[in-house]
């Protein structure tokens, strides 16, 4: 069957989106053909603002609104400017936000280290990691890259170049999940588990 030239677009704009295969894009599509047109025209308007509603936050590289130089977390006062925690993308400044444990800042990297995909130090905002730390006041960075041979290779390279500068540099633990089963979890989180393991005492 022939489709209409907007259908095979959208199609086709939609299954370049990460976890959307043809068939999930071919739904979305036809779902909106047959929704009322406010819903069309609401996601029309949300992805033509998307890039120019928003920017980047000038310190940590957390993704804020246009026109405001610092993100929420960095603007706020009542954060914990001693500590930051450096994450690979703003998705795990929402993750770790969500949690509402955590009360410092960020700074996200904008990727992981990756020689395979031609990604090198100066690629990510490490240099301005840097300066900030030099600049004082910070006594703890949390590395808290993804749990990866990449996030990995960034974590260790972060260490060499912190470890200089005084800031005492923590990773975040890994291991078990909450409610998992030991038969199903893989060997390295079985490995990384019993070497983060903690006193009960």
């Given at each position: 069957m022939l489709l209409p030239e907007p259908i095979r677009r959208l199609i086709d704009a939609l299954s370049r989106l990460p976890g959307i295969g043809p068939k999930t894009a071919s739904r979305l599509t036809f779902h909106l053909l047959r929704a009322d047109g406010g819903l069309s025209a609401e996601l029309s308007t949300a992805l033509a603002n998307l890039r120019t509603g928003t920017a980047?936050?000038?310190?940590?590289?957390n993704i804020t609104t246009a026109g405001k130089e610092l993100c929420p977390v960095c603007a706020n006062a009542d954060r914990d400017r001693?500590?930051?925690?450096?994450?690979?993308?703003?998705?795990?400044?929402?993750?770790?936000?969500?949690?509402?444990g955590y009360k410092g800042l960020y700074h996200v990297l904008g990727g992981a280290l990756s020689p395979i995909e031609g990604i090198g130090p100066d690629d990510l905002k490490i240099a301005d990691l840097l300066t900030r730390v030099r600049a004082g006041g910070v006594q703890e960075v949390i590395v808290g890259t993804n749990p990866s041979m990449e996030g990995d290779a960034t974590a260790m390279y972060?260490?060499?170049q912190l470890a200089p500068l005084g800031a005492r540099l923590t990773r975040l633990a890994r291991g078990l999940p909450m409610g998992g089963d030991l038969e199903y979890a893989d060997q390295n989180t079985l490995l990384r588990a019993l070497a983060g393991r903690q006193s009960m005492s």
């Open positions: 980047t936050c000038q310190l940590c590289f001693s500590l930051i925690c450096v994450v690979e993308e703003p998705l795990d400044v929402l993750a770790l936000e969500r949690t509402g972060l260490q060499q």
